[in-house]
């Protein structure tokens, strides 16, 4: 595994995207903008708005990462002439998949670090809920993002990609805790929760109550590396059969 060849890899990645920043974060930023003006409204009408907001941070940074490992590393690695291009680099899978994941990670982090200056600017969210929101958000990203690669390399087209992100990603932001809560749930749904790295990241951010035991935040962080790290192997598996084939 060569650091600097992924950094080198991320920094093209950066150089492409710096060119269409604009129209991508003004993509990332419109929805999560509109629901946080819903939020104020609702703030005005007596809803404390501190949890939604860290539950909203969390939900737009896992959708920017998984969006950007699934159908953006796809157009990189797997599309056409863009992803022969790449993989005819000298750098090896450990540092094609290092750069896409930070690369997810690096989109995450803008999208969610936009949003908690927004929040707060507002009030909403003070120096010790921002930070560990932002931190939370950020990793959530990267679980998402990673299994969102590993899809990738299973892909057999863009078809596959749309059926992870409505059949996995769209379940796991509904049942973060980012939008309703979850004690509604039967004893088995809570139990099932377990397994939504997106549960961990909105547990971790307190986005489903009070600030949590530091037992339970080190529990949810140690869940969170496993969803980003352990994909990673199989994902690599799995892309190198599909260039051999």
Known sequence: MSWRGAGSLLGRHLRVYRRRAGSALAMDLALPAACLLGLGLASAGGVAPARHAAGLLVAAAALVAALEGSLGAH??????????????????????????????????GLCAGLLAAIAGGLGWLG??????????????GLAMASLALWTTALARGPEDLRAFLAGVVLPCLALSGAW????????????????????????????????????????????????????????????RRALAA
Request: proline share 9%; aromatic share 8%.
């Open 180 to 239: 309703f809560p979850l004690e509604a749930l039967p004893p088995w749904g809570r139990a099932l929760l377990w397994l939504n790295p997106l549960f961990h990241a909105s547990a971790g951010a307190g986005a489903h109550g009070p600030a949590e035991e530091p037992a339970w935040l080190l529990l949810h962080l140690a869940v969170l590396v496993a969803f980003a790290a352990l994909p990673l192997w199989a994902t690599a598996r799995a892309l």
């Open 75 to 108: 157009r990189r690695l797997r599309a056409g002439p863009v992803g022969e291009s790449a993989l005819a680099s000298p750098l090896g899978l450990p540092e094609l998949l290092a750069a896409e994941l930070l690369f997810a990670a690096l989109r995450a």
């Open 127 to 140: 120096g010790g809920e921002l930070a560990r929101s932002l931190a939370f958000g950020v990793l959530g």
